[in-house]
């Protein structure tokens, strides 16, 4: 077990990346630690005096793979959308675009579909509870996310402890064609954003946002712009009736979460 320093609180702010809708295994303690497991590893972060750590027995080079530190945030959140995406990126400035495993992003947003974020954590753990591989570290007990072939030859009422309803028979449809080749998530990465999209919209249960949210955040193509009831509401408020994601550029899925994290959060503060 080994701490290191991440990044700066400017680079990476923990709440604003954790918070923003695009993870979901990652859960702060009263004293604003979190915890979280990612492929395989649990750990834990924290900010003190302006600097992001980070404890885990995982390589370092996975977490700044995960992170993503290696890219400058600050150059590429310069967006030609307007007065209100200013204010998005100025709000949230700080969200970086987890680097999260595709298997798991493709799981966890079939699961998110018509849900919120606490029901969706609990159905996420439940799964990894009750199928993953059992972890140990800083003397507590975690679990992996299972990989698709400890579902593949399940069936719906198998997952019935989960609580999530007809999502489980998706669950079970995108085990299947991950596992048969149908889907060969792994090469969707170097893909074109839209082929990818195109693969992923074939499995059972997976719809445009769910697709969107998949090449963003496990596949890793920023300019994949997801729409969910959020952004569909600031979209129709606070941009031209023919507003085009695309106009956006290569990191138009950064500008989404800024926009994401400022109308689910930023704004009902301001009202509240």
Same mark, same amino acid.
């Given at each position: ?27 702060a303690?009263?004293?604003?630690? *979190?915890? /979280? ?24 080079e ?28 100025? *709000? ?39 199928? /993953? ?38 669950l ?12 060969e ?56 009736k ?19 994290? *400022? ?10």
């Open positions: 077990m080994q701490t290191i320093r991440l990044a700066s609180a400017k680079e990476l702010d923990i709440v604003k990346t954790f918070e923003c809708g695009q993870c979901f295994r990652w859960n303690d009263e004293k604003g630690v *979190y915890t /979280g497991v990612v492929r395989g590893y649990p750990a834990r972060v924290w900010t003190d005096g302006g600097e992001v750590f980070l404890c885990s027995d995982g390589p370092d996975l977490w700044r793979d995960y992170f993503d530190l290696s890219r400058d945030y600050a150059r590429i959140s310069r967006f030609d959308g307007g007065e209100y995406l200013d204010r998005c990126v100025q *709000y949230g400035m700080g969200i970086r675009i987890l680097r999260q495993e595709p298997w798991e992003a493709l799981c966890s947003f079939i699961i998110s579909q018509c849900n919120n974020i606490k029901r969706i954590k609990g159905i996420v753990e439940r799964l990894c509870e009750s199928l /993953g591989d059992e972890l140990r570290f800083d003397g507590q007990r975690f679990y992996s996310f299972p990989g698709p072939e400890k579902l593949a030859f399940l069936l719906p009422e198998d997952l019935s402890c989960l609580r999530c309803g007809y999502r489980g028979a998706y079970i449809d995108a085990a299947r064609s991950v596992c048969t080749g149908h889907t998530l792994q090469s969707l990465i170097s893909a074109s954003a839209d082929d990818a999209r195109k693969a992923l919209l074939k499995i059972n249960g997976v719809g445009e946002k769910v697709a969107n949210c998949v090449v963003l955040f496990g596949l890793h193509h920023m300019e994949a712009f997801p729409i969910d009831v959020w952004i569909k509401r600031a979209l129709k408020e606070h941009f031209p023919d507003f085009d994601p695309s106009v956006l550029g290569e990191y138009a899925g950064l500008a989404q979460q800024y926009i994401f994290y *400022y109308a689910r959060i930023g704004v009902g503060e301001k009202s509240g």
